[in-house]
């Protein structure tokens, strides 16, 4: 496979995912809407509701990581970039991306591996009554969602180094 194809292939992978995900955005307003209503117009109330908002938000933010990655989304100081050439961008990013961002992956998916495997062995839920049951199920995606940026990240890296020494095509 060669360096575009796999470009290509890395990106359609978040690209997906980022598509799939944001459909949890619409359901998160919904729960909240739910929530707001039975709160404020019904006086009552459920755990589990209030739970499923913070399980969709914390899987919103995880998986869409890696799509706004490659859409160039994250946070940037542009002061420093902005008005740069396409190759001094290039270098910019290559730096980040082999200084920052996988070391930064590395470490969240190293450190959490023990955090996540005691949730799965106590199969861990809600300590509130009420709550929602397999809670492991959302820690577990914590290193799912950093595998997949250091996926992107892969794409990433490979795309400045086609910008700075090879082939004047870029996905």
């Known amino acids: 496979m060669n360096l575009i194809a796999l470009i290509r292939r890395i990106d359609r992978i978040n690209m997906s995912i980022g598509q799939a ?12 809407v739910v929530d707001v209503i039975m709160r404020y117009l019904l006086n ?5 509701v209030q739970e499923t908002e913070w399980h969709l938000f914390g899987l919103t933010f995880l998986l869409s990581a890696g799509y706004t990655l490659q859409r160039d989304g994250h946070v940037r100081v542009d002061i420093f970039y902005a008005k740069r050439s396409r190759r ?23 450190s959490s591996h023990k955090f996540v495997m005691n949730s799965w062995d106590f199969r861990e839920g809600s300590p509130d009554p009420g709550g929602l049951p397999a809670r492991y199920l959302i ?18 890296l490979l795309k400045q180094l086609t910008t700075l020494f090879g082939r004047k095509e870029r996905t």
């Open 21 to 32: 995900v944001s459909w949890l955005s619409l359901a998160m307003v919904l729960v909240t």
């Open 44 to 48: 009552t109330g459920a755990v589990w």
């Open 88 to 110: 001094t961008k290039a270098w910019i990013d290559l730096f980040g991306t082999l200084l920052f961002l996988f070391p930064v992956c590395a470490v969240v998916i190293w």
């Open 139 to 156: 820690k577990a995606m914590i290193p799912t969602a950093f595998v997949l940026v250091a996926v992107q990240g892969v794409s990433e």
